[in-house]
């Protein structure tokens, strides 16, 4: 496969956090946005089975179509294509003022054909759900002190490890007795049928 038609690395609604090797596309041209698009604007700029990885942090809970997001994210990927979304949990979703939603582990459930409850008509294989209760230490680091921020990190790092031995317990029951979890992160992956 040349370069020209390798498949291509997307990071959604980058930010101020522009990832080197993807092409990182945000609704406002600031340094290190590759491709200005508003991602509540469907269809994206890319081709059916054009992308190999798509990573989203901390954007799809400020759009309003999550499911209509997602269905666009699946003609994207290639078949095996990967998608790795962070978003806040719902125990602690709501800290910023533009949140719409917060998620729980149970949001994989809804790209499964044989979930009753719902299903999206796109399927997606889960892969992972990680919980984090001291989530974008690299934003933390600017308005902690050293102590503040190295306690919680440390204390996050226990969390957890406990949290993701059984995320789906976590995320619906024991998150409260430890203030929330800021996020919960989605690895899924694009069926190869």
């Not at 491709?35 to 469907?42: I, P, S």
């Amino acid at each position: 496969m040349n370069k020209a038609t390798e498949p291509l690395k997307l990071n959604l609604g980058c930010g101020r956090f522009p990832k080197e090797g993807f092409i990182n596309v945000d609704w406002v041209a600031t340094p290190g946005v590759d491709r200005v698009h508003n991602l509540a604007n469907l269809p994206y700029p890319f081709e059916d089975d054009s992308v190999e990885l798509i990573e989203m942090d901390h954007v799809l809970e400020h759009l309003p179509d999550v499911f209509g997001i997602m269905r666009e994210v699946h003609r994207i990927l290639v078949p095996g294509g990967r998608v790795v979304i962070r978003v806040p949990h719902f125990s602690r979703g709501f800290t910023h003022p533009e949140h719409m939603r917060g998620f729980d582990a149970t949001f994989p459930y809804y790209f499964q054909p044989d979930f009753m409850g719902g299903y999206t008509g796109v399927e997606f294989e889960t892969e992972k759900v990680v919980m984090t209760w001291f989530a974008q230490p690299y934003l933390k680091k600017s308005v902690l002190s050293p102590l503040a921020y190295h306690a919680g990190n440390l204390v996050g790092k226990v969390f957890d490890a406990a949290a993701n031995a059984q995320p789906l317990y976590c995320s619906r029951l024991w998150c409260y007795y430890v203030g929330g979890f800021e996020q919960i992160e989605f690895r899924m992956r694009k069926p190869l049928r």
